[in-house]
């Protein structure tokens, strides 16, 4: 599946057995980070984000921009996105698919039950195909300002969300939302069929977070050079250690057997989260003429 050009730079990517660490940058332009080229390439993302694959497919240079108005449409139309949740959302999607080629499965957004009611569950359904077989990618997102805040709450929210009866419940939500039209709909179905063993779908399962935060490096730079790379490693260096440490006593706390957790961490510095929420709103507020 074609997408967009890649956008954000890699500031530095680190493989690791539990699970990368990796964090990404918009980088800057004579001397200003690029919010508004941030804010652009998000819009370039909305209609993977927002459409199912059936739409997907459709899409063609004559109808091209009604598809991406009715995808800022579905994403401005949600309450979660009067609490800006909808842009962490995107910003994982556009992660994964540039860096690991992941592919959605499904658009839980398109399947909103009702406008403004909050699309609850993992905040995206990706699969990474390997060989014969498929990787599921269910991951979460904070879109936040304090590092530290988003650390503290995203590793709750993974705990919760790896509970037995909401991992189940979940997985039949996904599997009515699978397009029977997407190649791999058959594959995603057997893995995520309630007779299948959680163990086994936790052998071929991983956990995309991506994390957002203000950063004083960004805010203090004007140039994506190797000093500043090396700033923003510095700036996150207990950054990884704490949620990884955080998950891992949650998770022992909570589950007696313990299933294997493989946890890919982004993270994302901006310069001001305020700024860039207003250069989206721009956006999407123009699609909706």
């Given at each position: 599946?074609?997408h967009?050009?890649a956008?954000?730079?890699?500031?530095?990517h680190e493989i690791?057995?539990?699970?990368?660490?990796?964090?990404?940058?918009?980088?800057?332009?004579?001397?200003?980070?690029?919010?508004?080229q941030?804010?652009d390439?998000?819009m370039?993302?909305?209609p993977e984000f927002?459409?199912?694959?059936?739409e997907l497919?459709?899409?063609?240079?004559?109808n091209?921009l009604?598809?991406?108005?009715?995808a800022?449409?579905?994403?401005?139309?949600?309450q979660?996105?009067?609490?800006r949740?909808e842009f962490?959302?995107?910003?994982?999607?556009?992660a994964?698919?540039q860096v690991?080629?992941?592919?959605?499965?499904?658009?839980?957004i398109?399947?909103?039950?009702?406008?403004?009611?909050?699309?609850k569950?993992?905040d995206?359904?990706?699969?990474?195909?390997?060989?014969?077989d498929?990787?599921?990618w269910?991951?979460?997102t904070?879109f936040?300002e304090?590092?530290?805040?988003?650390i503290?709450?995203?590793s709750k929210?993974?705990i919760?969300?790896?509970e037995?009866d909401?991992l189940?419940?979940?997985?039949?939500?996904?599997?009515?939302?699978?397009?029977?039209?997407?190649?791999?709909a058959?594959?995603?179905?057997?893995?995520?069929?309630e007779?299948?063993s959680l163990?086994?779908?936790f052998?071929?399962a991983?956990?995309p977070?991506?994390?957002?935060?203000?950063?004083?490096?960004?805010d203090?730079?004007?140039?994506c050079?190797?000093?500043?790379?090396?700033?923003?490693?510095d700036?996150?260096?207990?950054a990884?250690?704490?949620?990884?440490i955080?998950l891992?006593s949650?998770?022992e706390r909570?589950?007696s057997q313990r299933?294997p957790l493989?946890?890919?961490?982004?993270l994302?510095?901006?310069k001001?989260?305020k700024?860039?929420?207003?250069?989206?709103?721009?956006r999407?507020?123009?699609l909706q003429?």
């Amino acid at each position: 599946m074609e997408h967009p050009d890649a956008f954000l730079n890699v500031i530095f990517h680190e493989i690791r057995d539990a699970g990368d660490d990796m964090a990404l940058c918009a980088g800057f332009e004579r001397g200003q980070w690029r919010n508004d080229q941030l804010a652009d390439h998000v819009m370039e993302w909305l209609p993977e984000f927002a459409l199912d694959y059936s739409e997907l497919s459709e899409i063609s240079h004559a109808n091209a921009l009604r598809m991406t108005k009715k995808a800022a449409r579905i994403v401005y139309q949600t309450q979660k996105y009067g609490l800006r949740g909808e842009f962490g959302e995107v910003l994982l999607h556009i992660a994964i698919r540039q860096v690991y080629e992941t592919l959605p499965a499904i658009s839980k957004i398109y399947y909103k039950s009702a406008v403004n009611e909050t699309v609850k569950g993992f905040d995206a359904v990706h699969i990474i195909k390997k060989d014969d077989d498929i990787e599921l990618w269910i991951g979460e997102t904070k879109f936040y300002e304090n590092l530290t805040k988003a650390i503290y709450d995203v590793s709750k929210e993974i705990i919760d969300h790896l509970e037995t009866d909401y991992l189940r419940s979940e997985f039949i939500l996904i599997k009515n939302k699978i397009d029977p039209n997407w190649p791999e709909a058959e594959k995603l179905n057997s893995l995520l069929h309630e007779n299948t063993s959680l163990d086994e779908v936790f052998t071929r399962a991983c956990i995309p977070i991506l994390l957002t935060y203000d950063s004083d490096v960004v805010d203090n730079s004007v140039l994506c050079n190797e000093e500043y790379k090396e700033k923003i490693k510095d700036e996150l260096k207990n950054a990884y250690s704490n949620l990884r440490i955080k998950l891992d006593s949650e998770y022992e706390r909570k589950f007696s057997q313990r299933f294997p957790l493989t946890a890919h961490v982004i993270l994302i510095p901006l310069k001001e989260k305020k700024k860039l929420i207003a250069a989206l709103d721009t956006r999407l507020k123009a699609l909706q003429i």
